[in-house]
């Protein structure tokens, strides 16, 4: 019987990825037809067409991945050094005003960019910086900071004080017990919230398409909006521009995940 259900439920845990799996097969499969045989029924394309592939570094596109790895990258940095001395600061310390702090930081989170964006697009116009690209960074690192700082919190509030305590003794001080002995305890939360980070600002679409208007300094995601046309819709070289887009997420997460399952298991206190 104990075989037969890690049997079923590896079966089961097949199917669910294949169905999840599915749409980004379709993607690919579409990236690699040609114009004309984008209506067949067949699933597998009569003619691969590679070059679809090809024409996203040429057709300027690579520009717009670079924008969308600084803003990505320069928001989950930002993030970090933002959240990780708050999140540490609250869990370690019942200051005054603590718990109103923290639901303070987790309202920020219910309000939705696009309800913003005449705000926000005032703001930075103001300050004259719209169209650029420091602009998205703040402006994802300010929407994702909330769960930052709560994950955080939380990680470190599960780290037991007599582990640093122990670490004072050794002779180090506040600084070195945190970067030693509590930062590595709590890497599962810190590589949560870099994930979380990192994605949400890789897809971000609505407030960058409000705050950059010359191709050079938009996103991929808006860029591949030019695909789609008033009559038409390119969808070969936009799903080629898609899968492209997809891949550096998915290294990303493969190279993170192992650290994430090894900060589980190691750091673990019971």
């Given at each position: 019987?104990?075989?037969?259900?890690?049997?079923?439920?590896?079966?089961?845990?097949?199917?669910?990825?294949?169905?999840?799996?599915?749409?980004?097969?379709?993607?690919?499969l579409?990236?690699?037809r040609?114009?004309?045989?984008?209506?067949?029924?067949?699933f597998?394309?009569?003619?691969?067409?590679?070059?679809?592939l090809?024409?996203?570094?040429?057709?300027g596109l690579?520009?717009?991945?670079?924008?969308?790895?600084?803003?990505?990258?320069?928001?989950?940095?930002?993030?970090?050094?933002?959240?990780?001395?708050?999140?540490?600061?609250?869990?370690?310390?019942?200051?005054?005003?603590?718990?109103?702090?923290?639901?303070?930081?987790?309202?920020?989170?219910?309000?939705?960019?696009?309800?913003?964006?005449?705000?926000?697009?005032?703001?930075?116009?103001?300050?004259?910086?719209?169209?650029?690209?420091?602009?998205?960074?703040?402006?994802?690192?300010?929407?994702?900071?909330?769960?930052?700082?709560w994950?955080?919190?939380?990680?470190f509030?599960s780290?037991?004080?007599?582990?640093?305590?122990?670490?004072?003794?050794?002779g180090?001080?506040?600084?070195?017990?945190?970067?030693?002995?509590?930062?590595?305890?709590?890497?599962?939360?810190?590589?949560?919230a870099?994930i979380?980070?990192?994605?949400?600002?890789?897809?971000?679409?609505?407030v960058?398409?409000?705050?950059?208007?010359?191709?050079?300094?938009?996103?991929?995601?808006?860029?591949?909006?030019?695909?789609?046309?008033?009559?038409?819709?390119?969808?070969?070289?936009?799903?080629?521009?898609?899968?492209?887009?997809?891949i550096?997420?998915?290294?990303?997460?493969?190279?993170?995940?192992?650290?994430?399952?090894?900060?589980?298991?190691?750091?673990?206190?019971?």
């Open positions: 019987m104990p075989r037969l259900r890690t049997v079923v439920v590896a079966a089961a845990a097949y199917v669910i990825a294949l169905i999840f799996l599915f749409p980004y097969v379709v993607m690919l579409t990236s690699l040609a114009q004309e045989s984008l209506r067949d029924v067949a597998w394309p009569d003619e691969w067409v590679w070059s679809n090809a024409n996203f570094w040429t057709s690579a520009g717009n991945l670079w924008v969308t790895l600084k803003v990505a990258g320069g928001s989950t940095v930002l993030v970090l050094l933002v959240a990780l001395p708050a999140a540490y600061y609250s869990a370690r310390h019942n200051f005054r005003g603590r718990t109103a702090f923290l639901i303070l930081v987790l309202i920020t989170q219910m309000f939705q960019p696009t309800a913003m964006l005449v705000g926000i697009y005032r703001e930075f116009y103001q300050f004259g910086l719209v169209d650029s690209v420091w602009s998205l960074i703040l402006v994802n690192a300010g929407f994702n900071l909330a769960f930052a700082v994950i955080l919190n939380a990680y509030a780290i037991p004080r007599e582990l640093e305590e122990a670490a004072f003794i050794d180090n001080g506040r600084f070195g017990a945190l970067f030693r002995i509590t930062l590595p305890l709590a890497m599962p939360g810190v590589i949560t870099l979380f980070t990192f994605i949400a600002a890789w897809n971000e679409f609505v960058a398409l409000t705050l950059t208007t010359t191709p050079e300094n938009q996103p991929l995601t808006v860029a591949l909006n030019s695909f789609i046309g008033q009559y038409q819709v390119d969808w070969q070289n936009l799903f080629a521009g898609s899968v492209i887009a997809t550096p997420v998915i290294i990303l997460f493969a190279l993170i995940e192992r650290k994430v399952v090894g900060g589980l298991t190691a750091g673990s206190i019971k």
